[in-house]
């Protein structure tokens, strides 16, 4: 069966530090890999969305990176966390086999 | 523009009340429909998907929904709540991946929180 690792589940960075979240993903392969952020009664941001090894959309400009250095890993990266880069993140992976999207249980970063 | 309005951000009813959680979107090809439920401090679990044929699907925990394509609307529904139900709850859409240049993206309405009254 299919699961979605995301980690770390919680997270305090102190502003300025650098930040590296990670998701993978086991039993698929070739799956299409994203990147949320929830805040508090906006509902869920598409940030990134990955269709294969090292192909990154970038939905919205921010100070956030993201990479796919392998079939099933997905990272979310900054350089440098500002205070608005505080949230909950989620990573989901979708395939062509299936109609849902399958997520991780979040990162909750808080930046201060 | 492709959207999704659930216009309920916060409901309470009472344990044993029926429930009906409000979806409307905006999409322009054929959607896929999903509704999801979150705890405090978790990700999203799938409560149930509509994607083609009979209108009404069933999902986890009791919960259905209802497609009306002319009045593009998902609504969630359940005849009974129960206290562990309180949680906040997503309407989604999306296209099926590859489809049309999709990637797969879902579009998430803001959230409706659920509280149940003992």
């Known amino acids: 069966s299919q699961t979605i690792h995301q980690w770390p589940a919680t997270l305090v960075q102190p502003v300025g530090s650098p930040l590296s979240l990670e998701c993978t993903v086991e039993g698929t392969s070739n799956p299409n890999l994203y990147w949320y952020r929830q805040a508090a009664g906006r509902g869920l941001q598409l940030l990134f969305y990955?269709?294969?090894?090292?192909?990154i959309s970038s939905e919205v400009p921010q100070n956030l990176s993201a990479s796919r250095p392998q079939d099933r890993q997905f990272i979310l990266s900054s350089k440098k966390l500002l205070l608005s880069d505080s949230g909950f993140y989620l990573c989901?992976?979708?395939?062509?086999?299936?109609?849902?999207?399958?997520f991780g249980q979040g990162t909750r970063l808080t930046v201060v | 523009a492709q959207s999704v309005t659930q216009p309920d951000i916060h409901i309470t009813v009472s344990e044993g009340a029926s429930l009906e959680l409000r979806c409307n979107y905006s999409y322009g090809a054929t959607p896929y429909l999903f509704w999801y439920v979150q705890s405090p401090g978790q990700g999203l679990q799938l409560l149930l998907k509509y994607f083609s044929g009979d209108t009404l699907v069933q999902g986890i925990k009791g919960f259905e929904a209802e497609f009306k394509r002319s009045q593009s609307s998902f609504n969630l529904r359940k005849p009974s709540v129960h206290w562990s139900d309180a949680a906040e709850y997503f309407c989604?859409?999306?296209?099926?991946?590859?489809?049309?240049?999709?990637?797969?993206?879902?579009?998430f309405g803001k959230g409706t929180k659920l509280s149940v009254k003992p």
């Open positions: 990955s269709v294969g090894i090292g192909q």
């Open positions: 989604a859409v999306g296209a099926k991946v590859n489809y049309g240049g999709s990637q797969g993206n879902l579009i």
């Open positions: 989901a992976w979708r395939s062509q086999s299936n109609t849902e999207a399958f």
